[in-house]
């Protein structure tokens, strides 16, 4: 807990499952919004088979889209935007985090997402969260040049660039081990948020602390603080 209680000047929150936690609904609409992206784009396969290559493409690569570009040659950009205009809130309630987690936080913080600026802002806005998070403070895709953070250290370098910091004092925490990989590497603080499953950390030297979920995490922190 020191790095975190003592150490960290920014925060760096991942968003989609690790503000919010998926449903399995949720996620079945993600890949169903995969498969309409790809017919809108003009892969002209049979629905059910889209569905298929963006199950299997996001269990291997950790995005559905890497398919898509890899036999279809589709582009980002173009992905990027259809696919997000195909996904709908409405099967996300709430978010975990509250804007009185986010403006209590005692540590600067900023969000890093492989989502588009136009999702981020629309949940942000149904979560009522949009009031405490300063626009220049999102990261999404297309801010860090649409490289992914499981497969670069770009968008972290990036991110720590624009807001002027270092990464040995910044805590990244993300739902996905594959992007934490990355975040240790270059030297940061990894904090895996679980979701409540089952997690080995033993299996996984990447992941320093984990929680069951951000509010957690930072109570754990005040708590740290307290005591010193
Ligand atoms: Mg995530």
Same mark, same amino acid.
């Given at each position: 807990?020191?790095?975190?209680? *003592? #150490?960290?000047?920014?925060?760096?929150?991942?968003?989609? $499952?690790?503000?919010?936690?998926?449903?399995?609904?949720? /996620?079945? !609409?993600?890949?169903? +919004?995969?498969?309409?992206?790809?017919?809108?784009?003009?892969? =002209?396969?049979? %629905?059910? &088979?889209?569905?298929?290559?963006?199950? &299997? =493409?996001?269990?291997?690569? $950790?995005?559905? %889209?890497?398919?898509?570009?890899?036999?279809?040659?589709?582009?980002? /950009?173009?992905?990027?935007?259809?696919?997000? *205009?195909?996904? &709908?809130? !409405?099967?996300?309630?709430?978010?975990?985090?509250?804007?009185?987690?986010?403006?209590?936080?005692?540590?600067?913080?900023?969000?890093?997402?492989?989502?588009?600026?136009?999702?981020? %802002?629309?949940?942000?806005?149904?979560?009522?969260? #949009?009031?405490?998070?300063? /626009?220049?403070?999102?990261?999404?895709?297309?801010?860090?040049?649409? !490289?992914?953070?499981?497969?670069?250290? =770009?968008?972290?370098?990036?991110?720590?660039?624009?807001? $002027? +910091?270092?990464?040995?004092?910044?805590?990244?925490?993300? #739902?996905?081990?594959?992007?934490?990989?990355?975040?240790?590497?270059?030297?940061?603080?990894?904090?895996?948020?679980? *979701? $409540?499953? =089952?997690?080995?950390?033993? *299996? !996984?030297?990447?992941?320093?602390?984990?929680?069951?979920?951000?509010?957690?995490?930072? /109570?754990?922190?005040?708590?740290?603080? +307290?005591?010193?």
């Amino acid at each position: 807990m020191k790095a975190l209680a *003592q #150490d960290a000047e920014l925060f760096l929150f991942d968003f989609d $499952g690790t503000f919010y936690r998926f449903t399995e609904a949720f /996620e079945r !609409h993600c890949i169903e +919004a995969t498969a309409r992206a790809a017919q809108r784009l003009g892969v =002209s396969l049979p %629905f059910s &088979e889209l569905i298929t290559l963006g199950q &299997e =493409s996001h269990i291997k690569h $950790g995005t559905s %889209f890497a398919v898509f570009r890899d036999r279809f040659g589709l582009k980002i /950009e173009d992905w990027h935007e259809v696919y997000h *205009q195909e996904l &709908e809130p !409405h099967l996300i309630e709430s978010s975990q985090v509250t804007a009185a987690h986010l403006a209590a936080c005692p540590v600067p913080w900023a969000l890093l997402s492989h989502s588009n600026r136009y999702w981020i %802002f629309k949940m942000l806005r149904k979560f009522g969260l #949009d009031a405490v998070t300063p /626009e220049d403070r999102v990261f999404a895709l297309e801010d860090v040049r649409y !490289h992914y953070k499981m497969t670069s250290d =770009s968008p972290y370098r990036q991110v720590l660039d624009r807001l $002027g +910091a270092r990464a040995d004092r910044t805590v990244m925490v993300e #739902d996905s081990v594959r992007n934490l990989s990355t975040a240790k590497k270059l030297g940061m603080t990894t904090v895996y948020v679980t *979701q $409540g499953y =089952s997690f080995d950390p033993v *299996q !996984h030297p990447e992941v320093d602390l984990y929680f069951d979920d951000v509010p957690t995490m930072l /109570e754990r922190l005040k708590a740290a603080r +307290a005591t010193g």
